[in-house]
């Protein structure tokens, strides 16, 4: 599904990482992947309140928490600017999608990163 929303700019908004040799940009791209699965799940859900909002960045939390060990084999780990740059991802796609009220901690409350 091809994200609808014309300010979503995910590859502006994970470029720190992307122009960062220490994280394979073959990594970054799955990154991106699981945003974009958000978008889409946004768009097509359309869910109603944060809990909503909440169960879908969850589960895209949990599949960053397991792009870890992969990372870690290419010499490289979430860790704090990656770390930084995927919570406000997640907190961009938010508001923009009109969740203002979003907690920026809540919406990624299952990392282990």
Not at 27 to 43: M, N, Q
Request: charged share 30%.
């Amino acid at each position: 599904m091809a994200i609808q929303n014309p300010d979503i700019r995910l590859n502006e908004w994970l470029s720190e990482m992307y122009e960062d040799d220490y994280y394979p940009n073959f990594l970054v791209d799955k990154c991106k992947a699981v945003f974009e699965t958000v978008c889409g799940r946004i768009e097509s859900e359309r869910p109603e309140n944060l809990d909503a909002l909440y169960a879908i960045t969850h589960a895209a939390t949990e599949q960053l928490n397991d792009l870890q060990d992969e990372f870690e084999e290419n010499d490289s780990e979430i860790e704090t600017v990656a770390r930084d740059c995927l919570g406000v991802t997640m907190y961009v796609i938010a508001k923009t999608y009109g969740f203002d009220d979003a907690d920026s901690e809540e919406l990624i409350a299952p990392r282990d990163w």
